[in-house]
């Protein structure tokens, strides 16, 4: 399976936008793929930078079949919960403040082509 950087660029724009969210507004994404062809396996880094809207006490990102290395919040490593499909990041943040939360993961995709769903 050959990737294309481009596409997998793309990919990670559309998972960007998809989080549908209304008390955070996520800013910033810092992205390092590192595509394995040969393993079938996608290895990344992702850092999102978000601005908190409304006081909230967790947020959630798309993140189907990642198998997750670390995850941190502000710098500081952080327990998360993760069902297969969704990432969620539980701490009280407060309107106005702005934080980062990253995460070090590998995907192996089980199909050759990578498809959006709309609507």
Sequence with gaps: MKLSPT????LFVQFLSAQIQDKVDFV???VLIEPTPAENRIKGTVAYEFKVIQDVDSIFL???NLD????????AK???DYNGKRITIKDEMKKGENHIVS???VAKPK????????G
Excluded: C, E, K, T
Excluded at 7 to 10: D, G, H, K, M
């Design 78 to 80: 952080i327990d998360y």
């Design 28 to 30: 910033h994404a810092n």
């Design 103 to 105: 995460m070090d993961y």
């Design 68 to 75: 997750f290395s670390n995850v941190s919040f502000d710098g």
């Design 7 to 10: 596409l997998i660029f793309f």
């Design 62 to 64: 798309d993140a189907v």
């Design 111 to 118: 199909q050759n082509g990578i498809f959006f769903r709309m």
